[in-house]
């Protein structure tokens, strides 16, 4: 199964990142190139967090020792070995990544099976909520969270996949791509999209909206827990 983990644009080149897709915690990184590799996030040496360490050109360095690994995740470069050619066994463990509809990808299934989404989607944010996704996905069917300067307003949920929603709505005239991402200690993440471009009002308006949606989605969830 593919899970969105990010904006593509909020990773650029030479930067790495930290994502978790169903609990498999990940090191996800842009070469200085642009190449882009998601891996088990921990280093082969020690089990340092990758995500913790630095990209040297097309080559992701551990802060621990300064392992440096290459792009197919094998190592090849030991600080205090300069000299040493290490073995072709070091390696940390891969998993397939790509980039579709200006969004980052991660499959840590044996498949490389491209997501079907519409390459035509403006990025809006990602917007971390500290509740599960099924409270999200509540509040959304309610349409409370549409409430805008007093007003309601009008809104419908056009799509409504596992892990994809769209919410149609008609001022603005806009459709809103939620794409869930569940993360452990009952929280997730959406990373949210808007099809075609809109002004700078329209993506204003629809940052309100998530916000509101933020704040009744996690209300929710500390009522019913308490």
Request: hydrophobic share 35%; with cysteine; charged share 25%.
């Amino acid at each position: 199964t593919n899970v969105a983990i990010g904006l593509s644009q909020n990773l650029p080149n030479g930067r790495v990142m930290r994502a978790i897709v169903h609990e498999q915690d990940l090191v996800v990184w842009r070469s200085k190139s642009g190449v882009l590799s998601a891996w088990d996030n921990r280093c082969p040496h020690r089990g340092m967090r990758l995500s913790h360490g630095f990209v040297r050109g097309e080559a992701l360095a551990c802060v621990y020792h300064g392992w440096h690994y290459d792009k197919k995740a094998t190592c090849r470069y030991i600080p205090a070995h300069p000299e040493l050619e290490p073995p072709e066994t070091i390696k940390a463990q891969q998993f397939n990544s790509m980039e579709k509809g200006g969004l980052i990808w991660v499959n840590i299934d044996d498949n490389s099976i491209e997501p079907s989404i519409d390459e035509n989607l403006t990025p809006l944010r990602s917007i971390s909520l500290s509740c599960p996704k099924k409270n999200v996905q509540t509040v959304i069917r309610s349409t409370d969270f549409t409430m805008f300067d007093g007003e309601q307003i009008n809104c419908e949920i056009a799509e409504q996949n596992k892990e994809h929603w769209v919410i149609s709505f008609k001022t603005p005239e806009a459709s809103l791509h939620l794409f869930f991402q569940e993360l452990p200690n009952h929280s997730c993440t959406i990373h949210t999209m808007l099809d075609g471009e809109h002004s700078a009002q329209t993506k204003k308006h629809m940052s309100h909206v998530l916000e509101n949606l933020r704040r009744m989605a996690e209300k929710q969830y500390e009522v019913a827990a308490s």
